[in-house]
């Protein structure tokens, strides 16, 4: 059983990438390990907290608890019917706001239409005083 150079290489080689392929192995294994040992801490700290909100409601009784939150309940409700409220109340104004406006809008348009007649006609007055102040039978005389 003589063992020649060659076979021990050979054994060697075989047992190093033997050795490679359990390193990575571990590798891997170890990577997981660590995965679980995160996902194991974060549920300690689940169960953790969880244990203290439930320390925190076993101070009080559930009737109280229950109480609370129908009262919380309550209160969004007027909150809300307040909302619609003021909501309603608001597009009441802004429809009178709009109909102020329109109205405005409509008196001052008369006004700019009538003081523009009235500068015409203070214009053409001045300019022609004598077209304006003629008798009304001299008018008559040149008809007939």
Do not use: C, W
């Not at 050979?10 to 679980?36: G, P, R």
């Not at 801490?41 to 244990?51: I, L, N, S, T």
């Not at 009538?114 to 214009?123: A, G, M, N, R």
């Amino acid at each position: 059983m003589s063992l020649t150079i060659q076979q021990i290489l050979q054994d060697a080689k075989k047992l190093s990438s033997k050795l490679k392929e359990h390193d990575s192995a571990a590798d891997i294994i170890l990577s997981q390990t660590q995965s679980v040992y995160k996902k194991i801490d974060a549920m300690k700290q689940y169960k953790d907290e969880v244990g203290e909100l439930n320390d925190a409601a076993r101070q009080r009784p559930h009737s109280v608890l229950i109480a609370g939150i129908q009262q919380e309940n309550r209160h969004l409700r007027e909150l809300q019917q307040e909302n619609r409220e003021l909501r309603a109340a608001l597009e009441e104004h802004q429809n009178a706001l709009e109909l102020i406006m329109s109205k405005y809008r409509q008196q001052m348009t008369q006004l700019v239409n009538t003081s523009k007649q009235s500068f015409h006609t203070l214009y053409n007055q001045q300019v022609h005083p004598g077209l304006y102040t003629l008798p009304v039978d001299s008018v008559g005389i040149k008809n007939q």
